[in-house]
Nanobody
Framework: QFQFNESGGGLVQPGGSLRLSCVASGFTLDTIGWFRQAPGKEREGVSCISGTGNIIRYADSVKGRFTISRDNAKNTVYLQMNSLKSEDTAIYYC???????????????WGQGTQVTVSS
């Protein structure tokens, strides 16, 4: 069964950086999206990248700080997160969609997530 595995989360101080990885169990040219969910909040889209990487979208809250990329030869999508803030604290998930959208319910094959905690 097709699935994703996220990694790279951890505890980091405000202003720090982390790089998350999303590894697919097989080759895909679907759009891959990163989402996050903080305690008591709804899941929100962070960024997505189309199959060939020609379409990229970011949530306004992360523009200029986060960068998404993909390496199709490695079935992997990355999320480089810089200048992290306490409000970035959440569980981060990746998933696949047929179109480059930031709408969570249009995505499938959700991974288990990786915890990102930004705290001093």
């Amino acid at each position: 069964q097709f699935q994703f595995n996220e990694s790279g989360g951890g505890l980091v101080q405000p202003g720090g950086s982390l790089r998350l990885s999303c590894v697919a169990s097989g080759f895909t040219l679907d759009t891959i999206g990163w989402f996050r969910q903080a305690p008591g909040k709804e899941r929100e889209g962070v960024s997505c990248i189309s199959g060939t990487g020609n379409i990229i979208r970011y949530a306004d809250s992360v523009k200029g700080r986060f960068t998404i990329s993909r390496d199709n030869a490695k079935n992997t999508v990355y999320l480089q997160m810089n200048s992290l803030k306490s409000e970035d604290t959440a569980i981060y998930y990746c998933a696949a969609a047929r179109i480059p959208t930031m709408t969570p319910h249009l995505y499938g094959y959700w991974g288990q997530g990786t915890q990102v905690t930004v705290s001093s």
